[in-house]
């Protein structure tokens, strides 16, 4: 496995981790990927390209799915968004990794 092939896959399951955690929400109709802040559930903050686009190559793959709608402040505005959950396959995915000890966390 290459360093590079090595360094998608830890990355994809830090994002696959945070996912697990309930902290990620999709904002408006552009499909922009926000984390929650820590301790206040109803904001959010912007995320990295790098990790915006593992989201949303892991909903492709349908390793991560839209999950409920909610209501989140993004940029001092009330936005609409909806709450990326882990599927059935991205746990999988997580149990094996933890499973062999390639769990990053």
């Not at 903050?45 to 989201?55: A, K, L, N, Q, Y």
């Not at 190559?57 to 209501?71: K, N």
Request: proline share 2%; charged share 25%; with cysteine.
């Amino acid at each position: 496995m290459s360093t590079r092939t090595a360094r998608a896959g830890g990355d994809a399951l830090a994002v696959l981790h945070t996912a697990a955690a309930g902290d990620y929400v999709m904002v408006g109709a552009t499909g922009r990927v926000c984390r929650r802040r820590p301790g206040i559930s109803c904001e959010v903050t912007g995320i990295g390209v790098h990790e915006h686009d593992t989201v949303h190559a892991l909903l492709a793959t349908r390793l991560l799915a839209v999950g409920a709608p909610c209501i989140v402040i993004a940029d001092g505005a009330e936005r609409r968004g909806h709450s990326l959950v882990l599927t059935r396959h991205g746990r999988r995915a997580l149990h094996e990794a933890a499973r062999t000890g390639r769990a990053d966390r």
